[in-house]
């Protein structure tokens, strides 16, 4: 994200609202969703916008939420739509199968993406 910022200079910002790290997430997970929400959301709103990069811990799990305020899509026209979306697909998988994690995400056309990763807890043995 320091290069995307360098990039683009005051059309991105980013926040960073880490409330936990004592957790481990598979690599490529963070990276491609953070891109995709500056490149197709971002840099695509005239004023540009803001990405934000948080993590929480809740009673069975590990939350990490990267959404921005760029232009938003509807969800409906991505899942009719079969043009790939490979690097969601992997980060998919690459979830399902080293962790047991679950993806989801919201959008809404002009407020902008949020994409929420849910780690579950006993995964890794911990309670």
Known sequence: ?????????????????????????PPLTVQP???????????????????????????DAYLVIISDDGVGFSIDDVISNNDGHVGIYNVKSRLDALCGGKMR???????GTRVTINIPKNHFGRD
């Not at 995400?105 to 407020?111: K, N, V």
Request: glycine share 8%; net charge positive; hydrophobic share 35%.
């Open 1 to 25: 994200m320091n290069i995307e910022k360098q990039r683009f200079g005051e059309k991105l910002k980013i926040v960073y609202k880490i409330q936990t790290t004592d957790f481990v997430i």
């Open 33 to 59: 969703i953070a891109e995709n929400a500056v490149r197709h959301g971002i840099l695509k709103n005239k004023n540009g916008g803001t990405l934000v990069i948080e993590t929480m811990e809740v009673e």
């Open 105 to 111: 995400i919201s959008s809404e056309p002009g407020r």
